[in-house]
């Protein structure tokens, strides 16, 4: 018996020993990162960019895969069932690892538990464009368009909850008007169309459309931030442009397989976190393409944290200055990203989604609760929920307290 345990352990301490070495020699072999969105958008151009960084350091390849669909679910859910190695990464956004969750009853990833976070990498912007044959030259006029017309412009997306199709969802609830949605496979399937005439708009990325603003294939009316763009400075915001509190941004990190070593995540940070601070790194990722780069830790940029759920029902009629002193705990809490409202009985967001069609009468009787952290994520919903059922509903929005009540909105700053 003595001789077996000696000889188990020999083994443990042979396979531990492999496992540490394999940790130590990160990388020794090929590494690949995973985009859900087709070459020249804004997560594949980011990618490629810490790509050849990340080869140069580590000596080995370092390739972008390109695996297009469903809003980047796909790509999401192929990295999920790969090997917790660090040897596959994904770029992944908040349409896959945030909206989807729930958009859709079932997903086969979750985005908590199959993921360990590595660093968010940018925050990118869109801006509403048009074709120049389009007869409306101001934002205005391509409001009174859309309301001449009611059901007849269109409006392409990157993909069901693509921070695309959320701003234009959102831009058809605050300008009350009915524009179709057409989804494509990624921002650069939509340019063609739109260059064609074959659709009227496009909440474009930035990297895709301003080239093509400024040699006047396009017509640029404002951008999709909270904040003007560096690129486009004279383009106002939409909060700017008659829509307060709109904002419709994606962001995206890199991800590894849950269960990745702490050391890799680890490698793979301090890598990430020393490319991105290179001025040429910064150039192309915050200047040219308008967008910030971010390098957040791993703590920093976890998901349980965006997808939390809170309820801020008791909060209606409070000045921010009352909620800082009364609940400072739950405000400091509101940057989450989480596109979900909380009814005050528990049903889920896809149960009473079913049920809209039937006015779900109990939310007729209480306050619909929601937070979705300052942009379009779950705004929409929220809002066409609260008028459906003709409940009030509370929301928090850049520490800004909103409350949606018999189709108004009344902000507390």
Not at 86 to 95: A, F, H, W
Not at 340 to 366: A, I
Request: hydrophobic share 45%; proline share 8%.
């Amino acid at each position: 018996m003595k001789a077996v345990l000696s000889i188990l352990a020999t083994l443990i301490a042979l396979l531990v020993g492999e496992h540490a070495s394999a940790q130590s020699s990160y990388p020794n072999r090929p590494v690949r990162i995973v985009v859900g969105f087709p070459p020249g958008t804004a997560p594949d151009v980011s990618a490629r960019i810490l790509a050849a960084k990340f080869a140069n350091s580590w000596n080995v390849p370092v390739t972008v895969e390109n695996i297009t669909g469903a809003g980047s679910n796909i790509a999401t859910e192929r990295v999920a069932n790969s090997s917790a190695d660090g040897y596959t990464l994904l770029m992944g956004g908040n349409s896959a690892l945030v909206v989807s969750p729930s958009l859709y009853d079932k997903l086969p990833y979750d985005p908590v538990k199959d993921f360990a976070p590595i660093s968010q990498i940018f925050v990118a912007v869109n801006i509403l464009t048009v074709h120049p044959n389009v007869p409306a030259k101001t934002l205005p006029e391509l409001v009174a368009l859309a309301k001449a017309q009611p059901g007849k412009l269109t409006y392409g997306h990157a993909g069901i909850g693509t921070s695309q199709h959320l701003a234009g969802e959102l831009f058809k609830y605050m300008a009350h008007v009915d524009i179709q949605p057409v989804a494509y496979r990624g921002s650069t399937a939509v340019v063609p169309d739109l260059l064609a005439g074959r659709v009227t708009m496009f909440f474009g990325n930035v990297v895709n459309v301003m080239p093509l603003i400024r040699d006047g294939k396009l017509r640029a009316f404002a951008v999709t931030s909270l904040k003007r763009s560096v690129v486009a400075p004279d383009l106002p915001t939409l909060a700017e442009s008659g829509f307060p509190g709109f904002e419709a941004v994606p962001w995206f990190g890199l991800m590894a397989p849950s269960g990745t070593p702490p050391e890799v995540i680890d490698k793979i940070y301090r890598e990430t976190v020393k490319d991105l601070a290179m001025p040429e790194v910064r150039k192309a990722m915050g200047v040219e393409l308008a967008r910030e780069a971010l390098g957040l830790p791993p703590d920093g940029f976890r998901l349980d944290d965006r997808l939390s759920e809170i309820s801020f029902g008791d909060w209606e009629g409070c000045t921010l200055a009352q909620l800082q002193t009364r609940d400072p705990q739950r405000l400091a809490a509101r940057e989450h990203d989480k596109f979900r409202f909380v009814p005050p009985n528990g049903e889920s967001y896809q149960s009473v989604t079913k049920r809209m069609g039937e006015w779900y009468d109990g939310l007729t009787r209480d306050t619909v609760t929601a937070a979705h952290g300052g942009t379009a994520r779950g705004l929409i919903a929220h809002l066409r929920i609260a008028q459906a059922a003709a409940a009030p509903l509370i929301d928090i929005a850049q520490g800004v307290v909103y409350v949606f009540a018999g189709g108004t909105i009344t902000r507390y700053a």
